[in-house]
């Protein structure tokens, strides 16, 4: 979806090494959303966003970060990369006022050697 | 626990035949059901969604879902499947206000 826009695409990374991930949207959702894919796992929430002021861990958050700079942004951090969170990394929001459906960016491919 | 499970790994239909791929849920409350497609090299696409109300949900591409409140199912159909429907299929469930559980993926694969 254009609306929802993921950056970089793909990224190879060194173990130890910091790492951002960032997503914007134009829908105007105040939701925000990051997740990751792995192969037989489906999808796993990190972070959720409510509001600029309103975030919450998901169900893996650990050596994860993030930060909702504005509305229309939310960014993830690795603090130190390790192999284990090589994934596929995909952002996403919702409306409130709506009926709860997720708007889902392209992806971040993302290996750690 | 709250839980999603779609039990195919793979499901293989030939085209012009109908399709069914399967779900089940296991939450407390009503809940809040979703379908999402995944094509290579992108994000998931809402399908539809039953919050409410009838049964039988229509959505994009010619598909629909039944949900099943004594079976905890929300199988997802399409009476003739095309080759371009072939892709990854998620289902999901809101609990609580806000919390989405995806399901583990089911792929598609629609046989010329």
């Known amino acids: 979806d254009a609306d929802v826009t993921q950056t970089p695409r793909n990224r190879i990374t060194k173990t130890g090494k910091r790492i951002m991930l960032e997503c914007s949207q134009t829908k105007g959702h105040d939701r925000m959303y990051w997740y990751r894919q792995d192969p037989g796992l489906g999808l796993r929430l990190i972070y959720y966003?409510?509001?600029?002021?309103?975030?919450n861990k998901g169900e893996i958050s650990d050596g994860y970060s993030v930060s909702r700079q504005a509305q229309a942004k939310f960014s993830l951090s690795l603090e130190s990369a390790i192999p284990n969170q090589t994934a596929l990394y995909f952002c996403?929001?919702?409306?409130?006022?709506?009926?709860?459906?997720?708007?889902f960016g392209p992806g971040t491919r993302l290996t750690v050697t | 626990a709250q839980s999603v499970a779609q039990p195919e790994d793979q499901v293989n239909v030939a085209e012009g035949n109908p399709l069914t791929v399967k779900c089940t849920y296991s939450v407390s409350g009503n809940p809040y059901l979703f379908w999402y497609v995944q094509y290579p090299n992108r994000g998931l696409q809402f399908l539809l969604k039953?919050?409410?109300?009838?049964?039988l949900v229509k959505g994009s591409y010619g598909f629909e879902a039944e949900f099943n409140k004594s079976q905890t199912s929300f199988h997802l159909k399409k009476p003739s499947a095309l080759v371009s429907d072939s892709a990854l299929y998620f289902c999901a469930v809101i609990w609580g206000t806000y919390k989405y559980i995806f399901g583990t993926g089911t792929r598609l694969k629609v046989l010329a």
């Open positions: 996403a929001t919702s409306d409130s006022s709506s009926s709860y459906e997720q708007y």
């Open positions: 966003s409510f509001d600029v002021k309103d975030i």
């Open positions: 039953y919050i409410t109300g009838d049964n």
